[in-house]
């Protein structure tokens, strides 16, 4: 849609699927490039939990050192409730990503 209607490009190397797996890497090449950050929010709880999975691997400590939080409210994160990764019920999510989202896509004007 954004590419239709708006002409935008949309770097394809900072879009991954939903799994495990890609949480991981995502959240691996985010350390490695951007260190310093301390909070990740996952486009769904899979993309969390595998962060999770990363901080874990690599002793940080969550919530402690990292906080996750991710939207669905899948069984196993409820499994992980000792986490951060959550279920952000459907008001939360509009009042304050839809705002950014379209704060994120309106030009600035100088």
Known sequence: MCQKKR????????????????????????????????AVIGGNDPLAIGALLECRARGIHVPG?????????????????????????????LRFALPLVVALRTPRSR
């Open 7 to 38: 002409r935008c490009e949309i770097d394809r190397q900072h879009v991954v699927t939903f799994s495990l797996a890609n949480g991981r890497a995502a959240l691996a090449t985010l350390l490695e490039s951007a260190p310093g950050f301390t």
């Open 65 to 93: 050192e990292m906080s996750i939080a991710g939207i669905d409210d899948i069984e196993l994160a409820a499994e992980l409730a000792s986490t951060t990764v959550m279920a952000a019920a459907l008001g939360f999510q």
